[in-house]
């Protein structure tokens, strides 16, 4: 029989709608994918260049299980340069992406009785992580007029004596939105209060828009510092989503205790890809700030089409390469008399309509919403939305 915790998960739904896409692909139909999140750029030729070189010089073997001390110098050195955080090498963890740093945490941290605060809108693995660990996600509503970001008040009504963590994600996946200094600060007074940890996920956090700078909590004072587990990896960044290099920073009973638990699992991550992201956050960095140049322009222009759509609405995200628009009011709509009464019957709608992959807001625990992320080109950009247009329009 299958174990009860396996039960409990569901697949990510992101994966299920680019899995559909790419089964119409394969059948001959021209399907524009919105639903992945993944950079549509290269990895950057000075980061393939140190992998050759890796495996040419036969570092081929098996490395510390939490990884290579000239990978953990680059990263405490990026956290002090960037971030304004001191670490050093036994504060860190390299691990296989940033999701099995996050999974590490929550077999570290969660257990039975246990309850953690996950912010809605949330990406689609927070609470699955924690319900296989046997803990109990405590969801929170935020609001569209907030920028999705979640209210202090509606924070602190939710802490009991159970909550373990929040976690907390800027820039966002779905919404594209940042936290401002302001709403971290009050967010880490009620965590220090309450003796709760932070998880942070600042995966985004070269993405970001508008002039605006990425804040981490963990940088607001050494008391949230000792609560917060800061995680953060080379996938988006760097183009780097295949070679599943992740880390997170924390204190060292926490970290020691997510190392024994990925010795019992992965072991180390590829050796390979630990030289190839040495190079990555030690190399040159244009490649970082041209992507993030290129995936503005394409928000400007996404944004502004999705707001030209009759019912729908969004508003300009801030940060990583998703844009989060309202459809309630398609939602409205019937499609040859019937009702499209739910953001995933939108979503198979517009997929057999206008052959455009996106995913439904329920999956990310806010309905009424559609995720589209701009990962992709111009071109893509473009027809995918004259696409939606069309397909919307045809709604009575």
Request: hydrophobic share 40%.
């Amino acid at each position: 029989m299958i174990a009860e915790r396996a039960k409990k998960i569901k697949p990510s739904p992101t994966l299920a709608v680019d899995s559909k896409a790419k089964e119409l692909k394969a059948k001959g139909f021209d399907v524009v994918n919105f639903g992945v999140g993944e950079p549509d750029f290269d990895t950057p030729e000075h980061i393939k260049e140190a992998a050759i070189k890796a495996i040419k010089d036969g570092f081929t073997k098996y490395t510390p299980v939490g990884g290579i001390d000239e990978l953990k110098e680059a990263i405490v050195e990026k956290l002090e340069k960037e971030n304004g955080l001191k670490y050093g090498k036994e504060n860190i963890l390299v691990s296989c992406g940033a999701k099995h740093s996050l999974y590490n945490i929550a077999q570290a941290l969660f257990g039975p009785g246990d309850e953690v605060i996950i912010p809605a809108p949330y990406w689609v693995s927070y609470p699955d992580q924690v319900l296989i660990n046997d803990a109990q996600p405590v969801i929170v509503e935020t609001y569209e007029e907030d920028n999705f970001t979640i209210r202090p008040e509606l924070l602190k009504e939710k802490i009991t004596k159970k909550t373990k963590a929040l976690i907390l994600n800027s820039p966002s996946n779905p919404t594209g939105f940042i936290y401002d200094r302001k709403t971290l600060e009050r967010i880490a007074e009620i965590a220090l209060q309450h003796n709760i940890y932070i998880i942070s996920d600042e995966i985004y956090e070269k993405l970001i828009y508008d002039g605006e700078s990425h804040i981490s909590i963990a940088s607001l004072g050494d008391e949230i510092k000792e609560k917060t587990i800061v995680v953060n990896g080379l996938s988006k960044s760097h183009a780097m989503t295949g070679w599943r290099i992740g880390y997170a920073a924390g204190p060292v009973e926490i970290i020691k205790t997510m190392t024994k638990i990925q010795s019992q699992s992965t072991s180390n991550p590829t050796s390979i890809a630990q030289k190839a992201a040495v190079a990555a956050l030690k190399g040159p960095q244009d490649s970082v700030e041209g992507m993030r140049q290129e995936f503005e322009k394409r928000r400007n222009y996404l944004v502004n089409e999705l707001n030209n759509i009759n019912g729908i609405s969004c508003r300009m995200p801030k940060g990583a390469f998703y844009a989060f628009p309202n459809i309630s009011k398609v939602l409205e709509k019937k499609n040859n008399g019937k009702n499209i009464e739910n953001s995933m019957e939108l979503s198979i709608y517009l997929l057999e309509k206008a052959l455009v992959a996106l995913v439904p807001g329920s999956a990310f625990g806010a309905e009424g919403f559609i995720r589209i992320s701009y990962a992709t080109s111009m071109e893509n950009l473009k027809k995918g939305i004259e696409r939606i247009k069309e397909a919307v329009d045809a709604l009575k």
